[in-house]
């Protein structure tokens, strides 16, 4: 029984270490002929996020379907964001539309979840891999990347 009870225990530390920190990636961009900037977000979750079938089955390691999308902010948020760099692609909302297109679709934490999301396109458009593991102790709220 004690066992099981440290087993349990595991597996609540270890959802709540992967809920901890969402990551996203933001993409600021002056569209021609307006005064403002706009800021695109891009990220995946689980279609079903709020689910308990989809909790139970992320914390016993299983895969859900995930979505990838697309989001418009009015602004930048002020706090918990880090500026890993300038896209060295062309078009950066467009390339970031393709690379959602075929990013797979099945979720599964630890493995292609929000993070690797948020790492892959990075690269793919800075052509840097950002270092999220140092992000991750930071407050039990969104990460804007």
């Known amino acids: 029984m004690h066992t099981l009870e440290n087993t349990f225990k595991a597996l609540g530390n270890l959802a709540d270490d992967a809920a901890a920190v969402h990551t996203m990636t933001i ?10 900037l706009t800021y695109k977000v891009f990220d995946f979750l689980p279609a079903e996020a709020t689910a308990p079938i989809t909790v139970a089955t992320l914390i016993t390691g299983g895969r859900v379907k995930g979505l990838s999308r697309e989001r418009q902010l009015r602004r930048l948020p002020h706090r918990r964001c880090l500026l890993i760099g300038e896209a060295v692609v062309p ?32 690269q793919h458009l800075t052509g840097r891999k950002p270092k999220l593991e140092k992000l991750r102790p930071l407050q039990r709220r969104p990460l804007w990347m």
């Open 91 to 122: 078009e950066a909302s467009q390339a970031a539309r393709s690379f959602n297109q075929s990013w797979p679709c099945e979720l599964q934490l630890l493995n292609n979840d929000c993070h690797s999301h948020t790492t892959a396109l990075v």
């Open 27 to 36: 993409i600021e961009e002056q569209v021609p002929g307006a005064e403002t």
